[in-house]
């Protein structure tokens, strides 16, 4: 039982370059968010996904667009990524869009923008 | 903008001490839970007390939550080298699901 895979692990990018960040979750989970978490800072959300087919911004969505592609899979796209940008994202999963449930965590993905 | 600050930012204790940190929030919440990061991974839930709860114990973990303060501890009792990690409270608002973490407390067991 895999969790939470979120890939790539590390990735450094260029100013103006576009890239996405993958997460999948095999626990059948409904819920889905991406945090990103810098020093000092705790882990602010950017967007999440209530079920599939829903999706809507957090705290700190710009510069960011989001894909709950299917139930295990929600992806997150930098399109012209800036160096504001570098931080940990980490992906999490909740079994419902309700109160009183646990988050699991991906292992994060380390961008650098450059 | 953070619901949930804790109090130490960094703790040092001696390998089968107690650890103790606090967790403040602003505003009502319907559940407060504890998160525990190791260096460079992602997240684990530890615990999550609801807000008609005073306290709960998980192995050594005990949580405790104090609504009229709007405040929550984290004790870990008998510490282990393997507790070395930083430890974030979150909180999900009673009108809203999502939670809002703190900037955690850094926990460093020394052998």
């Known amino acids: 039982n895999a969790g939470v895979t979120q890939t790539p692990k590390f990735q450094v990018l260029k100013t103006g370059q576009s890239m996405t960040l993958q997460c999948a979750q095999d626990?059948?989970?409904?819920?889905m968010y991406w945090y990103r978490q810098d020093p000092g800072m705790g882990l602010r959300l950017i967007y999440y996904?209530?079920?599939?087919?829903?999706?809507d911004k957090g705290e700190v969505p710009n510069g960011y667009n989001v894909s709950r592609l299917n139930k295990r899979e929600f992806s997150l796209r930098l399109e012209s990524a800036a160096p504001s940008q570098t931080s940990v994202y980490f992906c999490?999963?909740?079994?419902?869009?309700?109160?009183?449930?646990?988050?699991?965590f991906g292992s994060g993905t380390r961008l650098t923008v450059v | 903008s953070q619901q949930g600050e804790e109090d130490p930012q960094a703790l040092s204790i001696q390998e089968g001490e107690n650890a103790t940190m606090n967790c403040s929030y602003k505003t009502s919440i319907n559940n407060l839970q504890w998160y525990r990061q190791n260096s460079g991974r992602g997240l684990v839930h530890l615990i999550l007390i609801r807000s008609n709860e005073r306290e709960k114990h998980s192995g050594r973990l005990r949580v405790t939550l104090d609504t009229s303060k709007k405040s929550s501890s984290l004790l870990i009792t008998a510490s282990r080298a393997a507790d070395t990690a930083s430890y974030f409270c979150?909180?999900?608002?009673?009108?809203?699901?999502?939670?809002?973490f703190g900037a955690g407390t850094t926990v460093t067991v020394r052998a």
């Open positions: 999490a999963s909740s079994p419902l869009t309700g109160l009183g449930y646990g988050y699991t």
């Open positions: 626990m059948n989970h409904n819920s």
């Open positions: 979150a909180t999900a608002l009673s009108n809203d699901y999502k939670l809002s």
């Open positions: 996904s209530a079920s599939e087919g829903t999706t």
